[in-house]
Nanobody, 118 residues
């Protein structure tokens, strides 16, 4: 079993920045990537960013490219999402996810709320 705990959400003004953290506990076997998803009210959950475990390669949704950066600290077993130039459209619950080599290794955090508003 893997437990993922997100933190760092909150209220921020448009143009501001936030850094989300996701700390994992439990085994790492079967972990292929770590990702951040978000779900805005009335919308489907969408993938925001992912980082591969083997080579550290990162990928981003078009809507956040150039503004968000995903990174990881293996010593702390923590993944970060640095979010800059935030806009109201970024308001959502952000979820951390472990993408496994099989579905039995997929895990989700409980989510952290981000509200971008003046």
């Amino acid at each position: 079993q893997v437990r993922l705990v997100e933190s760092g959400g909150g209220l921020v003004q448009p143009g501001g920045s936030l850094r989300l953290s996701c700390t994992a506990s439990g085994f790492t076997y079967g972990r292929a990537a770590m990702s951040w998803y978000r779900q805005a009210p009335g919308k489907e959950r969408e993938l925001v960013a992912s980082i591969m475990i083997t080579n550290g390669r990162a990928g981003y949704a078009d809507s956040v490219k150039g503004r968000f950066t995903i990174s990881r600290d293996d010593a702390k077993d923590t993944v970060y999402l640095q979010m800059n130039a935030l806009a109201s459209e970024d308001t959502a619950v952000y979820y951390c996810a472990q993408e496994g080599t099989g579905p039995e290794y997929d895990f989700w955090g409980q989510g952290t709320q981000v509200v971008v508003s003046s």
